[in-house]
């Protein structure tokens, strides 16, 4: 009996663990500002550098994650506040859009020092940037909700605590991926060295397009 309930808890902890890391790995590999400021950090410092920054993302992750899967049960998402979120965060894309566009056309190249920022303060840089990333708000309430509702995770005797482990895991592994992905692409003569520092803002400007297109489409389905 007793190894029966042992087999059990691990099970559960174990399957915390999978279901956490699946979800933030999957989350994490679509090619955000989070993945582009890394991969700007990891190619002007040092996996050192990159580390701090990927430590100070994953706390901010960590608090929302754990906080939306309290409160998940007692908040319910009104779709005004989705909205205003998405467009926060298209509003978000396009001012970075602008500000990179800025400084690629600056004779002093102010990206590189903005880069060279980051490469000195990748832990702060990282907690602000996570901190600004609010999609991820109605991202993990939705995911919450319908994880707990559907029983996939346990929450109880404090196992909630192993299903943001395995988030946390995933998006680290997730964000490593896309980033080393990248830098493998320019290795190989796929992308040009200078192609960041020149068209990174074409990048944000797309994703911003496509939150826009997002936006519109969400409107449209709920008149």
């Known amino acids: 009996m007793f190894k029966q309930n042992r087999c059990y808890l691990i099970l559960k902890i174990f399957k915390n663990i999978l279901v956490g890391f699946a979800i933030s790995f999957i989350g994490s590999i679509p090619l955000g500002y989070l993945n582009l400021i890394g991969y700007q950090i990891y190619s002007t410092s040092n996996i050192n550098q990159l580390n701090l920054y990927l430590f100070g993302v994953l706390i901010i992750e960590a608090i929302v994650i754990y906080a939306t899967l309290k409160f998940s049960s007692k908040i319910s998402m009104n779709p005004k506040w989705k909205n205003y979120i998405s467009v926060f965060s298209f509003i978000f894309l396009l001012g970075i859009a602008i500000l990179t566009y ?22 702060i840089s990282g ?31 404090k196992n909630e605590w ?17 980033i080393f992905s990248i830098q493998a692409a320019k290795n190989k003569d796929i992308i040009s060295p200078d192609f960041f520092s020149k068209y990174i803002w074409v990048i944000f400007l797309v994703l911003a397009i496509f939150q826009l297109f997002q936006i519109i489409r969400n409107n449209m389905k709920s008149k």
């Open 102 to 123: 800025n400084s690629t056309s600056n004779e002093s190249n102010a990206l590189d020092k903005y880069n060279a920022y980051l490469s000195y303060s990748a832990f």
């Open 127 to 157: 907690i602000i940037l996570s901190c600004i990333n609010v999609a991820q708000v109605p991202f993990w309430m939705s995911w919450n909700l319908y994880l707990t509702n559907e029983k996939y995770i346990i929450v109880e005797d």
């Open 162 to 178: 192993f299903y943001v482990l395995g988030t946390i895991i995933g998006t680290y592994c997730g964000m490593l991926a896309i």
